[in-house]
């Protein structure tokens, strides 16, 4: 089955699901991709410094309103509450920072981005 965009292209549902993550269809703009991981997946090492950072707002880290689908009794027990978090990347820093934008302004910021980091070359 295809679905039309606002953009009157045709998309299979199999690619637009992975597309929904990210492209919003009613404003047109890219937002931060995101997980679910299981509290109890994540290393207990790593939650602290990844609670730091998401307070500090460079990474999306917050617990989900939705219990695991594997908990026993359905209620999100502490094991078993899920973490919604973004992928640790250039774009997704942009677009929390920056709110969701289309993919040209977006692309436009991050060229700005490389460009004003640029090494420069040794001698």
């Given at each position: 089955?295809?679905?039309?965009?606002?953009?009157?292209?045709?998309?299979?549902?199999?690619?637009?699901?992975?597309?929904?993550?990210r492209l919003n269809l009613a404003t047109n703009k890219l937002e931060p991709s995101?997980?679910?991981?299981?509290?109890?997946?994540?290393?207990?090492?790593?939650?602290?410094?990844?609670?730091?950072?998401?307070?500090?707002?460079?990474?999306?880290?917050?617990?989900?309103?939705?219990?695991?689908?594997?908990?026993?009794?359905?209620?999100?027990?502490?094991?078993?509450?899920?973490?919604?978090?973004?992928?640790?990347?250039?774009?997704?820093?942009?677009?929390?920072?920056?709110?969701?934008?289309?993919?040209?302004?977006?692309?436009?910021?991050?060229?700005?981005?490389?460009?004003?980091?640029?090494?420069?070359?040794?001698?």
């Open positions: 089955m295809y679905i039309l965009t606002l953009n009157n292209l045709l998309i299979p549902n199999s690619i637009l699901n992975v597309i929904r993550s995101v997980t679910l991981l299981k509290r109890s997946d994540v290393p207990k090492w790593l939650l602290m410094p990844m609670e730091i950072l998401g307070r500090l707002g460079l990474i999306l880290w917050r617990d989900a309103s939705v219990p695991h689908p594997d908990s026993r009794l359905g209620r999100g027990d502490a094991p078993d509450r899920m973490i919604e978090c973004n992928n640790l990347t250039l774009i997704n820093l942009v677009l929390l920072r920056l709110g969701p934008m289309h993919e040209s302004h977006l692309t436009t910021v991050l060229l700005m981005i490389q460009v004003s980091y640029k090494v420069s070359p040794s001698k």
